[in-house]
């Protein structure tokens, strides 16, 4: 498959975690349009990474060019499930004190 | 012999010293016993002194430690007698424990601290002004300058209780500073010039000053001193501070503003003398502005009605009669003159102070009157003394200020015509005085009338040695023609340039000394018959006016510099300041603060808008780095 | 050694007395350890020649090319003596004020003092910038904790005023620093650097910025006045008489010797904006209704002058500028002293309410008349030398600058005077009909700082002499 489609799919993927977190108020939902992001992401590198390496493997056989890619996906699911289990109680704090999970609620903080 | 030298300041010091830090636990006659003895003690060294050097010649200079040394410039605290300041240590210490002796009785109603401050700042006066004469160099004169005008504005302030007298003793320092930073300028211009300050020896400033001053140097260097002797002196324009200096006790009135701190500048000149016959300009000017002062002063004096108003206008006028001999060349005349007015000039104090004494404190002489028969001790003396100052032959006066006359007049008529009409107005208003306040009948309260006494043996003594040195005080300096020898003449000699000759033929001297002795006699007589009998009792009128209130000089200088100087302050307090420079600063602060209150509002507290920040700052930076080339192209621009 | 001792001796007691709980125990031990280190200054100055007593050296920071190197030259010893001084005469005159918390005011007292002493001892760059922070952070919280009640806006504008002019410092000797040949911050290879034009006069502004903030010089003065009123007194003593010295020992140390052609191209401007400083701040002076302020404008004045005849490149003036330097320490806070006392007696500094004092306070009018009569530079007090030393080397710079500089002197006269006649002439007032004779400690201070006035003045040669080795370094005149 050419590369371009996993590109258009991450992209696409990408930019609706991106326009979810810039409307949407639920911070439940927030938190899943950034994970949708860093999973955009982890694809592209995923991709990525198989097609260096297949170009790398076809010349020489111990070749480990490409690897380093698919190295940071398992980075950033570490990284993202770390957050997950914070943001997540950060969200249930949140519910807990205003009965709400609106985080624009949230703005008193600012004083 | 010479370590002698150092013992004539060091007395007053000590009584100085001891008068101030025991003024609380010593009882009166002790302070009065010190103050007087300290300074009698000096006046016998200066005796000694005095001798010698008339029959040794000048004591070499006695170097006491080195004051500043740095260098380039070395400034020794060294004294010097020589004939002109043995002169002036006798006249200082002499008339100076006369007027102690006096101040005994006269300040006897004070309480025994402030009696003590009286004499310790008294006897640091004479400190101070026996250093302005000894010091071997210019910044000893300096030195002593400075202390004496300390002296003057504390005692002028004595009773500090009264708030008028703190301002005329701070005027009377203010006007004198001013004086000083010309006096300052020019020891500079010495330092930069000579790399010294010493008068004499062989690298001293006046055997350098012909060598190594351009004219212009010497002129300039002559003006600024002379501006420092404009201050301490009391010449215009820096005069108006002596009149308003009688706030002081008498005694000092007598002691400082009439026999020696004010004649400070004289010596000054005379010191110099050196340096002043090189500047015809400077000479000229020290004439001009002399004699001008003398006319102007005694117009003053015409009208005043506060008896030591008129002493004290009456000194300005006799300062600018000296300044005027030295401005002809006439030094011996001048100091002559310092000699003489000293004497009968204190001896019109300290009567003028037995009168006040005599009338409780009452200075307006429209309220005295007929004094003759209840103080006739007073009365003799203080008529001895106006006889003296109006130039009456054979009294001092007449002596001195002959020789000063007759040297204007070699030098042009018209300053003789000048100095001989302020010589007829000085008669006059001094016996319009005498007049006003001994003849005639008493118009006092019956209170006063009452209490009306002799002062006591104390205040007499010196008011009758005085007079006697009124009257005979001009004998040291007959002039040849009238077959004397002028003993004083010869004296200084040494130390002043030889004046030039003014050859006028006898004849003519004859006839100046005719005119100016009848124009004194017709001013008496007039003064007499017209203020014995009727004296000026209304506030004076029309052109009386103008001159009972001195011209409005005082007015005029409020106007020209006091307002506009006040003005100034408050404007650059108020405004340039406040709304300025800190203005400025706070505007800065002020401006960040804004600044950042409006930065503020971006942090919303929206996560949306934060991250719709985020974003659009990643697209950009994104579009940044496509567009790199052509970016960094147009920073380049702007920065190099 | 003793260079090392100067500092550490108030630096440590200065740590322990944090500790410090009761009242009199804070100040016995602030006074004890400040004779201490007058003890050690004097000892220093007087009988000390030898390089190794006078000198101290050891690695600091060897990464970065800077040492701890200290020592005492003339005008080192001068001010060490000055702060060693002034150090004792502050606690003594105020031992009888009260303040909150006092183990923290004097722990802060003495870490100032050991910031100034490393400031006029130190001889590397870095260590200098050290110590020019060191005195100033204990005085912000000195003024911010302890001030009057507009003390934090003030103490505020004091600290970023003087702490912008510290850190364009420090980017000039770190600029400096990386001119040096093997990277060091030593200051004879500051001074064995010859820099370029445009270089070094960037570098001149970034370094004279922060000393002209600090002393200060007309236009850069705002913020003194309104700290020196708002400090406590005895900071105020401090601020005035040891630290505003810092400004013009640097320019002498780490100005003139590092970019000579600089100095000598922006010596005039200097020189007429000092001078114009010193008439302005003389004017305001004589509209003041504070003891404070006017005592603030006043010290604007003279150090206008120090700061004049600094740039007038002589070694005449030089001289007097540090004579000057240690003279006006002792002098203004003789008036500060006099300030506090009434301020503490009466509760209050205003001209306006106050009058009579010398009735019911002859000692006290006394010893202030001599101190004022110092500030006016009257001859046989100290100040007098000093003056006339640095007006003579204004007047070899420029006459017509010297003469109107000399207008100050008149100036000088007439605030003074209005300000013993306000308070101590004239008759009683309210404020003033039931005062009494200051304490005996604030008289004996002043009796021992009249007699340094006195002395000087009268004899100040030794002073003059402390002052050759520096002036022959920085101009090479001898």
Sequence with gaps: ?111 | MSKLVYLVPLFPLIGFLINGLGRKSLSKSAIGVIGSGAILASFVTSLVLFFEVKNHGAIPVQQLFTFIDVQTLKIAFAFQVDQLSSLFLLIITGIGFLIHLYSTAYMNNEEPQHYGRYFAYLNLFVFSMLLLVLGANYVIMFIGWEGVGLCSYLLIGYWFKNDSYNYAAKKAFVMNRIGDLGFLLAIFWIIVRLGTVEYGGVDGVFANAAAKLSSFDVTLITILLFVGAMGKSAQIPLYTWLPDAMAGPTPVSALIHAATMVTAGIYMIARSNVLYSMSHIAMNLVAIIGLVTALFAATIAIKQNDIKKVLAYSTVSQLGYMFLGLGVGAYTGSVFHVMTHAFFKALLFLGAGSVIHAMHHEQDIRNMGGLKKKLPITHITFLLGCLAIAGIPPFSGFFSKDEILAAAYAHSPIYWGVGVATAGLTAFYMFRLYATTFLGTFRGTHDQEHHLHESPAAMTVPLIILAALSVLGGFIGVPEILGGHHELHHFLAPVLTTEKHHEIEHGTEFMLMGVSVALAAIAIAVAILKYSKKPELQDATGFGKLLANKWYIDELYDMVVVKPLNAIAVFFKNIIEKSGIDGLVNGVGKFVNYSSRQLRLLQSGQVNAYVLMMVLSIVVMLLIWLQEGVIFRVFAKLFY | ?478
């Design chain 1, 1 to 111: 498959m050419p590369i371009q489609y996993y590109i258009y799919l991450a992209l696409a993927l990408f930019s609706i975690g991106v326009i979810g977190v810039l409307v949407r108020k639920n911070a439940i939902i927030v938190f899943m349009c950034i994970e949708l992001m860093l999973n955009a992401v982890n694809l592209l590198l995923v991709a990525f990474s198989k097609m260096h390496h297949g170009v790398a493997f076809a010349i020489d056989k111990a070749s480990t060019v490409g690897i380093d890619g698919q190295l940071f996906v398992f980075f950033i699911m570490v990284v993202a499930a770390a957050e997950v289990s914070v943001g997540l109680a950060i969200i249930v704090m949140m519910y807990r004190n205003t009965h709400s999970v609106d985080v624009n609620f949230l703005n008193r903080l600012k004083n």
């Design chain 3, 1 to 478: 050694m003793v260079p090392l001792l100067l500092i550490l001796l108030p630096l440590i007691s200065g740590l322990l007395s944090f500790f410090m709980k009761g009242s009199n125990a804070a100040k016995a031990w602030a006074l004890l350890s400040s004779i201490l280190t007058l003890i050690v200054a004097v000892i220093g100055v007087c009988s000390c020649t030898k390089y190794g007593c006078l000198n101290y050296d050891t690695a600091w920071l060897p990464s970065l090319g800077s040492r701890f190197t200290i020592g005492l030259d003339g005008m080192g010893k001068m001010l060490a003596l000055l702060t060693a001084i002034s150090f004792p005469v502050v606690f003594g005159a105020t031992y009888r004020n009260n303040y909150k918390n006092p183990g923290s005011f004097y722990a802060l007292m003495l870490l100032t003092q050991a910031g100034l002493m490393g400031v006029f001892l130190s001889l590397d760059g870095l260590l200098f910038y050290f110590f020019w922070e060191l005195a100033l952070i204990p005085v912000y919280f000195l003024c911010s904790t302890w001030g009057g009640e507009k003390r934090i806006a003030v103490t505020f504008k004091f600290f970023i005023y003087t702490f912008i002019g510290s850190l364009l410092m420090l980017v000039g000797i770190l600029y400096l620093y990386f001119q040096t040949p093997e990277h060091s911050f030593a200051i004879k290879d500051f001074y064995a650097l010859h820099l370029v034009g445009k270089q070094q006069h960037l570098i001149f502004w970034l370094f004279f910025i922060a000393f002209a903030i600090k002393m200060p010089i007309f236009p850069f003065h705002t913020w003194q006045p309104d700290a020196y009123e708002q400090s406590p007194t005895s900071v105020t003593m401090v601020l005035s008489g040891v630290m505003v010295k810092m400004g013009i020992f640097a320019v002498i140390r780490w100005l003139v010797p590092i970019f000579p052609e600089a100095t000598k191209y922006y010596s005039h401007t200097i020189i007429i904006l000092s001078v114009i400083g010193m008439i302005y701040a003389s004017l305001i002076a004589i509209k003041q209704d504070d003891v404070k302020r006017l005592i603030a404008y006043s010290s604007i004045a003279h150090i206008g002058l120090m700061c004049a005849a600094i740039f007038a490149g002589n070694a005449i003036g030089l001289k007097g500028v540090m004579v000057q330097m240690f003279n006006h320490g002792i002098n203004v806070i003789g008036l500060w002293i006099v300030a506090d006392a009434i301020e503490q007696q009466l509760g209050t500094r205003k001209f306006s309410e106050l009058g009579g004092l010398a009735q019911k306070a002859p000692t006290l009018a006394i010893l202030l008349v001599v101190m004022a009569l110092a500030n006016i530079a009257l001859p046989l007090t100290n100040a007098f030398v000093g003056e006339f030393l640095m007006f003579n080397g204004l007047f070899q710079y420029n006459v017509y600058i010297a003469a109107v500089a000399g207008i100050s002197i008149i100036l000088g006269a007439v605030y003074t005077l209005n300000m013993v006649q306000k308070i101590f002439y004239g008759n009683t007032v309210e404020s003033t009909i039931n005062a009494t004779e200051v304490s005996g400690n604030v008289q004996w201070v002043l009796v021992a700082l009249v007699v340094i006035v006195i002395a000087l003045g009268v004899y100040p040669q030794p002073l003059i002499n402390l002052t050759n080795s520096t002036v022959a370094a920085v101009i090479g005149v001898h």
